[in-house]
């Protein structure tokens, strides 16, 4: 089975190279456009008790308690009913930015609400206005706890772009499916995609555990 | 003449009364040191003056006439100071760039300007080469120390202490007391909450004791220590002197 998956990966490797290539863009891009609206969304999130705070609330748990295969039908849907027609890829990055920058503003929201009341209170007896009190003494002591969870969610992105095989996006779940119609040997094709997936998300795994050893030792240094 | 002025203030965590009717007042350059047990309302009441403990029910509080309500943030927060138990240092920060910031932020000095005072003041309690550490290589009285300067770079009217020595080790509640020293001596005028009686009777202009959010007794330091009135004062000074 093993030299068969190999012999077709060889064989086909242009479709699954092209689907590769297409989800890792689509990860990225979508990792990119959650980080502006999660960050973003965390933070109005974290300071905002009113109308914003309210709607982003509203946004976060409806991501967090739907599947992400139906959010990914919804906007593919969704969108041309509203008049707004893009590629099935733009479609998909939509998606992935949807739903990720619900669990970013979550991560950034957390992050937030771990640094210590007083690092606000001194902030505020100081004077400090809300916008430097996050950008000058928030938000630089979170980023260094929460970008593990942030580069973790980025293996999240690239295991969900194959829900994007759904709307027939070229990613690397559909090049095996494809793969697989032609040669009727679905077991070894997707056995590829499989590897493919392990490759990937492990040494991104890797690199994140890597960091956080290196961070937790300079905290280490600086403490 | 009044420099500072709280009339009858009552303030509510929930269904919790945790000021009822305190009313005192005090002149430029004295010293309040307010003591009581824990749990007495000693730091709300502080807390409550730069509002960290959210609005009062009813009551006022005064700066020099301006009513603590009314007056914009930015001019509260310019005229008042505070230094907490817990020193509350931006732990990203050097101890420089601690003091630099909210002068450079709020008084909208420039970097080379807010650097010079920092460093001056920095000299002023001897951590002058400290300037570039971060505060965690710093010892807690140390910390502290650093905490001061952040606030007096601002140049506050009026230094609120909450308990600034009660989260140190022994060995360095003399070196902050001795910063505080300086600062009573040159006229600074302060409220502080603490424990250290010591201090309370060298430098406090007057003492006020408190119990379950009520003020129970307001003397001089000679009589509040020789001559209590009250006997829940008498009952705390024996607890806190004799133990």
């Known amino acids: 089975m093993f030299t068969t998956a190999y012999d077709l990966f060889w064989q086909y490797r242009d479709v699954y190279l092209r689907g590769l290539a297409n989800a890792l863009t689509a990860a990225a891009l979508g990792l990119v456009l959650s980080l502006c609206v999660g960050v973003l969304a965390g933070i109005v999130r974290f300071s905002s008790r009113g109308i914003a705070g309210r709607i982003i609330g509203i946004y976060v748990s ?40 619900a669990y970013i503003a979550e991560i950034t929201r957390g992050g937030l609400a771990a640094i210590p009341q007083g690092q606000t209170e001194a902030a505020m007896a100081l004077g400090l206005n809300q916008r ?34 759904t709307i027939a996006v070229l990613e690397i779940t559909k090049a095996a499916d494809d793969v697989g119609n032609e040669t009727y040997q679905f077991l070894e094709a997707y056995l590829v995609s499989c590897v493919i997936y392990v490759v990937i998300c492990a040494v991104l795994n890797l690199l994140v555990d890597q960091y956080e050893r290196r961070a937790g030792f300079s905290r280490h240094r600086r403490v | 003449m009044t420099f500072f002025e ?21 002149g430029k350059g004295d010293v309040l040191v307010v003591c009581g047990p824990s749990g007495s309302g000693k730091s709300t009441l502080i807390r409550s003056i730069n509002r960290l403990a959210g609005p009062l029910a009813s009551g006022s509080m005064s700066i020099q006439g301006c009513d603590l309500k009314s007056l914009p943030r930015r001019d509260l927060y310019r005229r008042i100071g505070m230094v907490f138990q817990r020193f509350n240092l931006f732990q990203h920060l050097t101890v420089l760039e601690n003091i630099a910031l909210p002068q450079r932020r709020v008084l909208g000095r420039s970097r080379r300007e807010a650097a010079d005072r920092a460093r001056a003041l920095l000299d002023r309690v001897g951590l002058v080469d400290k300037a570039e550490t971060y505060p965690v290589r710093l010892s807690g009285g140390q910390q502290q120390r ?28 003399g070196e902050v007391l001795q910063v505080m020293r300086g600062l009573a001596s040159g006229g600074m005028t302060m409220i502080v909450v603490t424990h250290e009686m010591g201090f309370a009777r060298e430098l406090g202009t007057e003492i006020l004791f408190m119990e379950q959010g009520q003020v129970v007794e307001r003397a001089p330091p000679v009589d509040f220590f020789a001559s209590p009135r009250e ?9 806190i002197l004799h133990h």
């Open chain 2, 231 to 239: 006997a829940r004062t008498r009952a705390f000074l024996d607890q």
């Open chain 1, 132 to 165: 430097v009190l996050l950008a000058r003494v928030l938000v630089p002591q979170a980023a260094p706890t929460v970008l593990p969870a942030i580069t973790g969610q980025f293996v999240q992105l690239i295991k969900d772009t194959s829900l994007l095989y």
């Open chain 2, 146 to 173: 650093v905490a001061i300067c952040r606030t007096l770079a601002m140049e506050p009217e009026l230094l609120l202490f909450d308990e600034p020595t009660s989260a140190l080790d022994p060995e360095m509640v």
């Open chain 2, 6 to 26: 709280a009339r009858n203030v009552n303030l509510y965590f929930g269904s919790f009364h945790v000021l009822r009717d305190v009313s005192f007042e005090f």
């Open chain 1, 62 to 101: 409806v991501v967090r308690n739907t599947p992400m295969l139906v959010q990914v039908y919804f906007i593919y849907f969704g969108l041309p009913a509203l008049g707004i027609t893009l590629s099935a890829f733009a479609t998909g990055v939509v998606a992935l930015t949807f739903n990720s920058g």
